[in-house]
């Protein structure tokens, strides 16, 4: 099984991240290689709940996400399955000083595998999925500052 992640730091609060991370309306605009969502079932972001969204073409196609673990203000841990893997994917937040620390990480197997499976993998594969994993954070980031940016224009505060 491979394994893979990436943390980075974000000013505000948890409740503020959290929130935009759960709002699957947006998830087009920062999650890599979802094109859109295509449906949401149960009580997302809560245990059972799941989503499931297409690639753009030459991504990943139809990928189903079902939720196995949530804790309000601290992560989710959800299973993920599309054509080419199954895997396991957790989102952990936490406070640092007045930021919040994001980890995503992902742990995964191939559904179809061969000898050199496990070769190509270390050599090619792992380093896609830490690069998708960091453009998702690095898109989030810019998503939470627009929607500050947004937030300040709204109501008249520069910020300064």
């Known amino acids: ?6 943390t980075e730091l974000f000013p505000g609060s948890v ?3 959290e929130t935009r991370w759960y709002d699957t309306s947006r998830w087009p605009a920062w999650v890599d290689g979802l094109d859109r969502v ?4 149960d009580d997302w ?3 059972g709940a799941s989503v499931t969204w297409e690639s753009g073409p030459a991504g990943r196609g139809t990928v189903i996400e079902r ?3 949530y804790e309000t203000l ?3 841990t959800l299973e993920v399955q599309d054509k080419a893997i199954r895997g396991r994917q957790i989102v952990a937040f936490r406070t640092v000083g007045d930021s919040v ?15 050199v ?7 090619f594969i792992r380093r896609e999925m830490t690069r998708s994993l960091a453009r998702t954070l690095t898109r989030f980031a810019a998503e939470l500052a627009a929607r500050r940016d947004a937030r300040r224009s709204s109501t008249g505060d520069s910020g300064q």
């Open 117 to 123: 499976m496990p070769m190509i993998d270390v050599l």
């Open 1 to 6: 099984m491979g394994s893979v992640g990436v």
């Open 101 to 115: 620390e994001v980890k995503l990480s992902l742990q995964y197997s191939h559904r179809h595998g061969s000898i």
């Open 74 to 76: 601290a992560g989710q």
């Open 67 to 69: 939720v196995t673990a």
């Open 45 to 47: 972001p809560r245990v």
């Open 38 to 41: 295509l449906s949401i079932e």
């Open 15 to 17: 409740q503020e991240v």
